[in-house]
């Protein structure tokens, strides 16, 4: 009983593979609907650089579990923290809209949208944000910004918004001080 259980149980899993393989390489979003998320990120973009933070709320999902991650004027919550739900968004996005000028500078060459699910897309893209909040010195400097995005009704909604500081690399000097400070000596005393 159990051979023949084995056997129907290989049978239907050897039928299925083609199947589960054709969609694993289909695209679950095509050309036009990628575009439109495009567009929805300059939309984005310019209501940020604008400070319209009647319209930004607009571009969230709303829901408690929409999500902003920025950096934090807070030391309890850490350097860089997630504000959850659209009322901790607005209020951290009009903070630091109106703590001085705020300039987000993406490189949309390297923008790149990648379709999830139909429904879910992720946007990733670098660029240069001058901010004076929480102790940033007004002076451009480069980050990553990752955006899950989904559709809702007629409409691609931010599910979350992740700003990343992009680290400064290290100075060649200091990487070659470093490594043959962490080199193990090849002479050992007997």
């Known amino acids: ?4 259980l084995g056997a129907a149980a290989l049978a239907l899993a050897v039928s299925a593979a083609p199947s589960i393989a054709a969609s694993a390489n289909e695209r679950p979003m095509n050309a036009q609907t990628t575009n439109r998320i495009k567009s ?15 319209d930004l709320h607009g571009m969230f999902w709303q829901s408690p579990s929409a999500l902003l991650v920025a950096k ?4 309890a919550e850490g350097n860089w923290a997630g504000f959850w ?12 809209g109106t703590s001085g000028p705020v300039v987000l500078e993406p490189d949309y060459t390297k923008l790149k949208i990648v379709g999830l699910t139909p ?13 004076s909040y929480a102790g940033q010195d007004g002076t ?15 409409d691609w909604k931010v599910a979350s918004e992740i700003i990343l500081p992009v680290p400064p690399a290290p100075a060649e000097g200091l990487a070659a001080h470093k490594l ?4 193990p000596s090849t002479k050992r005393r007997l």
Do not use: C
């Open 1 to 4: 009983m159990h051979k023949i």
């Open 72 to 75: 934090s004027a807070v030391p």
């Open 85 to 96: 739900g659209n009322e901790a968004i607005d209020r951290k996005l009009h903070d630091i």
């Open 119 to 131: 429904d879910v897309a992720e946007s990733y893209a670098p660029m240069n944000i001058a901010v």
């Open 40 to 54: 929805e990120f300059s939309r984005l973009m310019a209501l940020a650089n604008q400070h319209d933070f009647k």
């Open 180 to 183: 043959k400070l962490h080199t």
């Open 140 to 154: 451009p400097k480069p980050f990553l910004m990752i955006i899950d995005w989904i559709h809702i009704g007629k």
